[in-house]
């Protein structure tokens, strides 16, 4: 059974940084693609970053350059560092894969003030 489990999110002021960890249980994370996404109140999830089998990485453009997302084989962990946060930044983030299906953690809630 595939488990992905974030955690790292909290209140932070704009300009700041928080790192956020997805452990999976399941999957080697290094096999399969692993994608944050996020959600703001009232808009659709949208996809942060991706990190290929390959070690390839992939940003939207809202977060180039202020996001690295990255992986700890030995510790079957995903990670997103996030830098230079802004306000419009605050939104539950979620680690997902697909595995014949998609898998979703819990999700993490971020929020920057002004």
């Known amino acids: 059974q595939v488990q992905l489990v974030e955690s790292g999110g909290g209140l932070v002021q704009a300009g700041g940084s928080l790192r956020l960890s997805c452990a999976a249980r399941?999957?080697?994370?290094?096999?399969?693609?692993m994608h944050w996404y996020r959600q703001a109140p009232g808009a659709q999830r949208e996809l942060v970053a991706t990190?290929?089998?390959?070690?390839?990485?992939n940003y939207s453009d809202s977060v180039k350059g202020r996001f690295t997302i990255s992986r700890d084989n030995a510790k079957n962990t995903v990670y997103l560092q996030m830098n230079s946060l802004k306000p419009e930044d605050t939104a539950v983030y979620y680690c997902?894969?697909?595995?014949?299906?998609?898998?979703w953690g819990q999700g993490t809630q971020v929020t920057v003030s002004s």
């Open positions: 399941g999957i080697i994370v290094s096999i399969f693609a």
């Open positions: 997902n894969t697909k595995v014949i299906r998609d898998y």
């Open positions: 990190i290929t089998s390959s070690g390839n990485t």
